[in-house]
């Protein structure tokens, strides 16, 4: 039961209680899993203090079901809210969608639009087709791109997504995919048959990707096209000659990267000529959308190998693309996001020199991100910091998805409080008092079954 009570209009918070942990246990026993996304599980920030659920959104402003408001400065929507929490803007034309229907017997011309300023801003492309999520979009991506080469092999580097042809890395070994972002991925439920089909590499290892492709044969090469480093430009001219001299088609899945640097994805920056773009995330602005963006001949596979799902012609994503896309270049919105995550990981990086802390801060700005180094004990500094943060009301991480909605002020202020918590982490790391201040049980990166 919500602890939430109004009295003449008044919310009256209650401090004292935690109602989204409590609803996350009940969670717990009805979905399997707790929740449909591993990033916003309670074990990955400090388990027994996140707050967990929200009753509001806006800005960058989150309100828990208790009534508390914290800043967002963590995953803002896990990438998607690109603009802030409820654009007014985006919500108004999504309002008008509503009002005029958002699924019929007949198509909604939104589809058509989009398609065409996504082909627009990505002129090596002669198609697109449209998902509601990334992993659905990689699905298809993968599906064309082994339609159009007839080879199953693909070699590749990243996080992308949940489906069979991913996981079935863990059916050659069960540590497969732990450099790649998520640890723990058990490949339970993927057929057997699907062993030897995909190989992993590390990301700007042009050597070890040239060894798979010569040893399998390999019709597919999959990169992000960029997390938390950039790929180098040796990588992308060893990448295009590989490609080219072994046949391979090149996929970059931008659903994390895409629109933060510029009007489409990094590949626009770094001279690599890929075959397939998928894009998602923050394309909506929150509201489901992703699309699958190739060159002509590759996407008209898409006819002659059967995808097709309801709702992936709903009006809703397309229209709310659509006004995402335009406020995103008519701002220049990327500039903002690359300012204030560089600023954020400055400010980062100065503090951690001020308190002697080790620290190292990522490259890519609009995910900004720090590393600590101090081997084992980096989950319990981490949860200490994300602790410490909630209690002066922020939604706080070792990551920020930088947001329109993120100001200069906010970052200012953030800072100030990140200055007080890490001369806190300073002085248990001194005294060796760290366990001893923490009042949740350690951060889990990993994935495992929930009890």
Request: glycine fraction near 8%.
């Amino acid at each position: 039961m919500l602890t939430e009570a109004l009295q003449d209009d008044v919310l009256v918070v209650d401090e004292t209680i935690n109602s989204g942990l409590a609803l996350w246990q009940r969670a717990k026993q009805v979905i399997p899993g707790g929740n449909g996304l591993l990033s916003k599980r309670p074990e990955r920030y400090a388990p027994d203090l996140w707050p967990t659920y929200y009753s509001k959104a806006s800005g960058v402003e989150v309100t828990d079901l208790d009534g508390k408001t914290y800043i967002d400065m963590a995953q803002m929507g896990i990438g998607a809210a690109i603009l802030g929490y409820c654009q007014p803007d985006v919500d108004a034309a999504v309002i008008d969608a509503i009002r005029h229907g958002v699924s019929t017997t007949l198509n909604c011309p939104e589809e058509v639009w989009l398609a065409e300023k996504l082909l627009a801003l990505n002129p090596f492309a002669g198609g697109v087709k449209f998902a509601r999520t990334g992993g659905e979009a990689m699905a298809i991506a993968v599906r064309i791109a082994r339609a159009f080469t007839g080879k199953s092999a693909i070699a590749f580097s990243g996080y992308h997504g949940w489906s069979d042809w991913y996981l079935a890395t863990n059916l050659g070994s069960a540590q497969g995919l732990n450099e790649h972002l998520l640890p723990g991925l058990e490949p339970k439920g993927v057929p057997e048959s699907l062993a030897g089909t995909i190989f992993p590499f590390a990301y700007n290892n042009i050597h070890e990707l040239e060894t798979l492709v010569k040893q399998h044969a390999i019709g597919i090469i999959v990169i992000e096209g960029a997390r938390y480093d950039f790929p180098t430009p040796e990588f992308i001219a060893g990448l295009q000659r590989i490609a080219s001299q072994y046949d391979c088609l090149i996929v970059v899945d931008e659903i994390t990267s895409g629109w933060r640097l510029n009007d489409g994805g990094v590949y626009k920056l770094n001279g690599l000529r890929p075959d397939i773009v998928v894009f998602g995330k923050a394309m909506g602005n929150g509201y489901a959308i992703s699309a699958v963006v190739g060159k002509k001949e590759v996407m008209d596979e898409a006819q002659a190998t059967f995808i097709s799902s309801t709702f992936w012609t709903e009006r809703i994503g397309f229209v709310a693309a659509l006004k995402t896309l335009e406020i995103l270049v008519n701002n220049k919105v990327w500039n903002h996001l690359q300012w204030i995550g560089d600023k954020i990981g400055q400010g980062w990086a100065a503090l951690a020199q001020k308190h002697e802390l080790k620290l190292s801060v990522t490259d890519f700005k609009p995910l900004i991100s720090f590393k600590l180094n101090y081997g084992q004990l980096n989950a319990p500094i981490l949860t200490l910091f994300i602790q410490e943060m909630l209690k002066r009301g922020y939604l706080a991480a070792s990551s920020v998805y930088v947001s329109y909605a993120h100001t200069e002020a906010i970052v200012d202020q953030y800072l100030a409080h990140v200055d007080e918590v890490f001369s806190l982490i300073k002085h248990a790391l001194l005294h060796d008092t760290l366990f001893d201040l923490l009042e949740t049980a350690v951060k889990d990166d990993g994935f495992k079954r929930l009890n």
